[in-house]
């Protein structure tokens, strides 16, 4: 066997379930391995002659730390990554049809874009990485992923379900669509829905659970095979008070919010505002109105705790109506920034507890990084989603490599299987829509790969704001993956969902 790594006794055990069963998730959790895990598997398939090429399909910014990783574990293995401009991904898919390669490595991005050359690409087996790329049935990418039919199968995701059960139902679909069945009889069988059509909660799941692990092969990072060979984790939330002027601006925006709110409800009745983004059509242009007032206002409050200066900056770049009328009617000059202070007495205190300690720093918005990449120069680098493929691939290196490079600041396009174990604190400088975001987050940091033998996970909030309704939310969240994934902590009680009702009452009686 062309593989030269050394797995532990509950990588090999997820390798023997991979070849038995032949199509899988491998819902490890995020930093027990799963990519070294999935080529220890294809180099087996590879020597046996099960197979003679494949296509393993990732998030953009993984694509060359797949490549290093298959270099690094096997010992001759070719590998072909699809990546640049146009004219040369056509001659690299030109190589990929007619040469055999190992492995051709390409992005979601590209399955969409080219997808032409795609499906001429042979291939015996199919991997797709960080598989919540597909939970959702509408999306384009997962219609052509379910279009890579073939014998050997592998989905790759930490965390399966990041706000909802549906969302392994789309991701085993391509997996093997046989398993669950129907989607109305899956929508009956586990899904209690209101009128309208709005999930009131989720009912037996031990029968889902017991379902899914027949095509399921999942460890997590507590297991007792496990957790002796990962740092110890310890999660804190920090509260923070909003200065005069700032607290001020909240009201107001909420206030203004409420009103909004009331309008829509008397209109339109409710919508799920966790939904929103993912709506693709479907309401005249003045519901769509309506909404985007709603959403604009919930986004001013987000940055209200985060810091005025966004608002600013998205009035500067005319993105936000809303913004700029607060700007316009002089509102934002007073305001402090309070989390901005405590973010950055945070991190000098690490750095100077300690010469070796690193950070990550995570924030939904791009312009907190950037305003602490300002503050901190080279002892920082950022990773965005505005970068390609290699500037991501080349920050996170500078990183790894250089002890005198200690803080990684970061929007959510690093969430996603950016191994980063040289670092020991990660700070969650405010926190994203979605569970499975926060987790893949969090688990950066915690990796079988870190030689800390602790690591701390922070998260700032602020003080009665929409922050501390968020964090609520992930936490039942979590607690409804679990439930599916992991068949533990089950139960009738709803999903706690951020609808109109539910927060009209937390912005009611909030204390800001």
Not at 328 to 346: F, S, Y
Not at 382 to 392: C, L, P, T, V
Request: charged share 30%; aromatic share 10%.
């Amino acid at each position: 066997m062309s593989f030269t790594g050394t797995l532990y006794g509950f990588q090999a055990e997820a390798v023997k379930k991979m070849l038995d069963r032949e199509r899988l998730l491998v819902a490890y959790e995020m930093g027990l391995g799963k990519t070294v895990i999935t080529i220890a598997t294809i180099e087996h398939l590879l020597d046996a002659g099960e197979v003679a090429t494949g296509l393993v399909v990732v998030p953009s910014s993984l694509k060359y730390q797949w490549a290093r990783l298959i270099e690094q574990f096997t010992e001759d293995a070719t590998v072909l990554v699809i990546d640049g401009p146009p004219k040369v991904r056509e001659q690299q898919y030109s190589q990929a049809i007619t040469d055999e390669y190992d492995y051709v490595i390409c992005n979601y991005e590209q399955i969409v874009n080219d997808w032409d050359f795609v499906s001429k690409i042979p291939y015996d087996y199919v991997v797709v990485d960080e598989a919540t790329a597909i939970k959702s049935f509408r999306a384009k990418r997962s219609r052509r992923i379910k279009k890579l039919k073939c014998r050997y199968r592998y989905a790759l995701s930490g965390q399966p379900i990041e706000n909802r059960p549906e969302e392994v139902y789309s991701i085993m679909q391509w997996v093997d669509p046989n398993l669950l069945g129907r989607f109305d009889t899956f929508d009956k069988t586990f899904i209690k829905r209101d009128p309208w059509g709005k999930p009131r909660y989720y009912k037996n799941l031990p029968t889902l659970h017991r379902k899914l692990s027949e095509a399921m092969v999942r460890k997590r990072r507590t297991d007792p095979d496990v957790r002796d060979q990962l740092p110890k984790v310890s999660e804190s939330v920090v509260p923070i008070e909003f200065d005069a002027a700032g607290a001020k601006l909240y009201r107001l925006i909420t206030k203004e919010l409420l009103a909004d709110i009331a309008d829509f409800s008397a209109t339109y009745g409710s919508f799920d505002l966790m939904k929103h983004y993912g709506v693709a059509g479907g309401y005249d242009s003045d519901e769509m109105e309506a909404r985007g007032l709603i959403m604009s206002k919930l986004t001013a409050l987000r940055m209200v705790c985060d810091g005025p200066g966004l608002i600013e900056e998205s009035a500067r770049k005319a993105t936000s109506a809303y913004a700029v009328e607060l700007r316009d009617r002089g509102l934002l000059g007073n305001c402090g920034t309070p989390k901005k202070n405590q973010a950055i007495e945070m991190i000098q205190e690490i750095l100077e507890a300690d010469e070796h300690n690193k950070v990550v720093v995570f924030s939904f918005f791009k312009g907190n990084m950037h305003d602490l990449k300002d503050y901190f120069g080279l002892l920082a680098v950022e990773f965005h989603g505005e970068m390609n493929a290699k500037e991501k691939d080349i920050a996170k290196t500078y990183f790894q490599m250089n002890k005198d490079c200690r803080i990684f600041l970061s929007s959510d396009a690093g969430g996603y299987g950016v191994d980063l174990p040289e670092a020991n604190y990660l700070i969650n400088y405010d926190l994203p829509w979605s569970a499975g975001k926060l987790d893949q987050r969090n688990a950066r940091i915690v990796r079988l790969s870190s030689t800390w033998e602790s690591v701390s996970l922070i998260n700032l909030i602020m003080k009665g704001s929409i922050e501390e309704r968020m964090y609520d939310m992930l936490t039942e969240k979590r607690a409804i993956a679990s439930a599916v994934v992991d068949g533990r902590g089950i139960s009738k009680k709803g999903t706690l969902a951020l609808d109109l009702k539910s927060l009209t009452e937390f912005l009611s009686t909030s204390a800001v």
